[in-house]
């Protein structure tokens, strides 16, 4: 992903903290202060010119790189560094983790909005196409995408990614039934995925 749109959304995220800080804490970030909380957050840089000096930029074909694994724990060192721990108390690390996390997520793939997204699941073995995310309405507004039987609630498919058994490819074959309660239980579930829409 070119490297203004990376600006772009650090810009944004700048702007959210700089927000969320003011309204519920009464306190001025500078935006000096919430680019560096933004760098801590996507990969424990010490500061924003570390970050720029490596050529850091976001890939939305890179799912793992928005989730922002830890990012509480080093945005919340990062205040103390900062000098802000005695005006922030530590709920703020937490919220700023989630801002910062649902501003930098790729647009959606289906409408465009910059709402936050979720990235849908990949099939390995086919060919590369680019990593697909979708914003809450779109997701629950389509029936493209499902479920597989195995992964859970927390992975969504391409429809056309799931068999008829509703497996992934991965698990695709493993509801073979042991025996008819097993049977029955999958038959249910698989009922269920069809008569409902999703609702996150
Ligand atoms: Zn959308
Ligand atoms: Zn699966």
């Known amino acids: 992903m070119s490297n203004?749109?990376?600006q772009q959304k650090f810009k944004t995220a700048a702007f959210q903290l700089q927000q969320q800080a003011l309204k519920h804490h009464d306190v001025k970030l500078n935006r000096?202060?919430?680019?560096?909380?933004?760098?801590s957050a996507v990969d424990d840089y010490n500061?924003?010119?570390?970050?720029?000096?490596?050529?850091?930029?976001?890939?939305?074909?890179?799912?793992?790189?928005?989730s922002l694994e830890g990012a509480e724990r080093r945005i919340g060192s990062r205040i103390n560094s900062l000098r802000l721990d005695e005006k922030l108390p530590d709920s703020f690390s937490h919220n700023a983790a989630g801002l910062i996390r649902e501003t930098l997520t790729p647009n959606c793939t289906e409408c465009g909005c910059d709402l936050p997204t979720i990235p849908i699941n990949q099939e390995n073995d086919r060919q590369y196409q680019p990593q697909t995310w979708v914003c809450n309405d779109c997701k629950s507004n389509s029936n493209a995408y499902g479920r597989c039987f195995y992964c859970g609630d927390e992975y969504?498919?391409?429809?056309s990614d799931l068999n008829e058994n509703g497996?992934?490819?991965e698990h695709a074959g493993e509801s073979e039934p042991v025996d008819e309660f097993?049977?029955?239980d999958h038959e249910s579930w698989l009922e269920y995925q069809l008569n409902h829409e999703f609702d996150y």
């Open 32 to 39: 000096g202060q919430a680019h560096e909380l933004i760098a």
């Open 167 to 169: 497996e992934c490819p």
């Open 4 to 6: 203004d749109y990376t």
């Open 182 to 184: 097993e049977a029955e």
């Open 47 to 66: 500061s924003m010119a570390a970050l720029k000096s490596d050529g850091f930029s976001l890939d939305v074909d890179c799912p793992e790189q928005f």
């Open 156 to 159: 969504l498919y391409r429809v």
